[in-house]
């Protein structure tokens, strides 16, 4: 990973292994979503290979890399949602441009969609009115619309309350149990990572490179590295226990 001459991240080696809660962490500058960025399309690696299923991302054809991005969904850290546009004309959005459904179809989809994240009678709404947390689901919402085999979320809970943002890990648990997708998460929040990470990568912005991957939870149990101890502890404010 690389701007120019500037090199973020180098040798970087994982595997997301089909049904993980991926977590993608380390302190802020580290490169977390610029590599989601790399994953998912949007910016090609300076060097290397995405690998989806043995397949290089980079590689393919336009035409097989549209076909895989379509089962891609994406919340991204902001939500993107469009803001002269209903909740529902939002979810409908990606079901009008890739698929055949009637608009019947489409509406009862989409609004099945909203459901699922619990803002059913929220239909008709625009982004700004309502709230940040709302806002959340309803992106979360339009990134399930095509019932997507992998879900990228790029800090999902920045700005939401405590509350909020255990609702939001709890509904991510239950959409990759219902859905059975892949969830591959960028995040720094702790709490976050040890309630539902069940894989993860450690960047390092001074190394520019990996320095662990596995489970959290066993990571803080069994590390030995004094730069993954301190920011899964918060720098020795938390217990080295599982959580």
């Not at 992998?150 to 859905?179: K, M, N, Q, T």
């Not at 301190?230 to 599982?242: M, N, P």
């Amino acid at each position: 990973m690389a701007f120019g001459d500037r090199v973020v991240q180098r040798d970087l080696d994982f595997t997301i292994g089909e049904g993980d809660i991926f977590i993608i962490m380390g302190g802020s500058g580290c490169g977390k979503s610029t590599l989601m960025r790399h994953m998912i399309g949007l910016q090609p690696p300076a060097a290397g290979q995405v690998l989806y299923g043995g397949e290089s991302f980079w590689d393919m054809d336009h035409e097989r890399r549209e076909r895989l991005m379509q089962e891609i969904g994406i919340l991204y850290q902001r939500g993107a949602l469009w803001s002269s546009l209903t909740l529902l004309e939002n979810v409908s959005l990606p079901l009008e441009q890739y698929t055949d459904l009637s608009p019947a179809s489409i509406e009862e989809l989409a609004r099945l969609k909203l459901a699922l994240v619990g803002l059913a009678g929220f239909e008709e709404f625009l982004p700004a009115e309502i709230s940040g947390g709302m806002q959340k689901r309803a992106a979360l919402a339009r990134a399930i619309a095509l019932d997507p085999r992998i879900l990228f979320f790029d800090e999902p809970s920045a700005g939401l309350d405590p509350v909020s943002a255990h609702r939001l890990d709890r509904l991510i648990l239950e959409l990759r149990d219902s859905l059975g997708a892949t969830v591959v998460l960028v995040t720094h929040e702790l709490q976050s990572i040890f309630a539902i990470g069940s894989n993860s990568v450690f960047l390092d912005a001074g190394a520019r490179t990996q320095i662990a991957t596995g489970d959290p939870r066993r990571l803080l149990r069994e590390s030995t590295d004094p730069r993954v101890i301190e920011f899964l502890t918060r720098g020795g404010d938390l217990q080295r226990e599982t959580p």
